[in-house]
C-alpha cells in the first residue's frame, strides 16, 4: 500500500474505516466525501440520505434514467426519491462502480451460496442507520463503488474481478445537507472484496479552500 492521495483542503473527518465496518458521517452542501480503497478491489456499499428527513434518499433508477447510464463516474450525480441531486461525483480515480447490484445480506447469500459470511452489508446499514434513529425500512438499493459489474447485451451480468487499484479514489460533493453511509463490503464468497478479501478503506470529509 503506498502513500494515498490526500486533499488539497480543509478536512474535518479522516476515518480508516476497518474492513467489514460501517461508517457514517453527516455532510453540509458543499462538503466533499473522499473515500479511498487503500488496498484495491474493495467494494464500498454507498447510501445517502437527506440529513433532516430520510424520507428522502438515493435512488438507483433516478441515478440512472436521467443521464441514460448505468455506470457512476466522474460527472455522475446521485439523484434522491425526488429527483433532486444529493451528491455528485467531482473525481473518480478507479473509473467503474455499480448501481445494480445492492447490498449483500445473510438472506441472499444464502440462496446464492447456501452460507454466509460473519457479517453483511444489509447488518451494517442497519445497525449504524440505527445510530441516527432511522429504521431498517430505509434501506434501499445502494451504489456500490469500487464494484464492477459488466452487463452484456443479452443482459448477462455479474460481479467480475474489480477495476479498483490501491489508492483509487471517488469524491462525492454534497449538494444538500446529507447523511453519508457506507459499508464496507465482508463479502468474502464472490470477487467484491477481490483475492485478498475484505480491506480497509479511508473516509475523509473535507472542503476545497
Ligand atoms: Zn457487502
Given at each position: 500500500m503506498g502513500q494515498p492521495d490526500?486533499?488539497?483542503?480543509?478536512?474535518r473527518v479522516d476515518n480508516v474505516v476497518p474492513a467489514r465496518a460501517p461508517w457514517s458521517a453527516r455532510l453540509e452542501p458543499g462538503e466533499i466525501l473522499r473515500l479511498i480503497d487503500l488496498d484495491g478491489a474493495q467494494a464500498v456499499d454507498f447510501l445517502c440520505y437527506n440529513a433532516d428527513d430520510p424520507a428522502e434518499r438515493y435512488?438507483?433508477?433516478n441515478t440512472i434514467k436521467v443521464p441514460k447510464?448505468?455506470?457512476i463516474g466522474q460527472g455522475s450525480v446521485l439523484r434522491s426519491n425526488l429527483a433532486r441531486p444529493m451528491m455528485t461525483v467531482i473525481a473518480d480515480t478507479c473509473g467503474r462502480h455499480d448501481t445494480i447490484f445492492g447490498c449483500c445480506s445473510f438472506e441472499?447469500?444464502?440462496?446464492?451460496?447456501?452460507r454466509t459470511n460473519a457479517e453483511s452489508?444489509?447488518?451494517?446499514f442497519e445497525r449504524e442507520m440505527?445510530?441516527?434513529?432511522i429504521g431498517p425500512e430505509h434501506v434501499v438499493p445502494n451504489v456500490n463503488f469500487?464494484?464492477?459489474v459488466p452487463v452484456a447485451a443479452d443482459g448477462a451480468t455479474g460481479i467480475a474481478e474489480s477495476q479498483s487499484k490501491a489508492g483509487d479514489y471517488v469524491d462525492l460533493r454534497a449538494e444538500m445537507p446529507v447523511l453519508a453511509v457506507l459499508s464496507n463490503c465482508p463479502e468474502e464468497l464472490n470477487p467484491a472484496t477481490g483475492a485478498n478479501g475484505p480491506t480497509p478503506i479511508r473516509?475523509?470529509?473535507?472542503?476545497?479552500g
Open positions: 490526500l486533499p488539497q483542503g480543509q478536512i435512488h438507483a433508477p447510464n448505468i455506470f441472499v447469500d444464502r440462496v446464492r451460496y447456501g452489508c444489509q447488518h451494517n440505527a445510530r441516527h434513529g469500487f464494484m464492477n473516509a475523509i470529509v473535507w472542503r476545497e
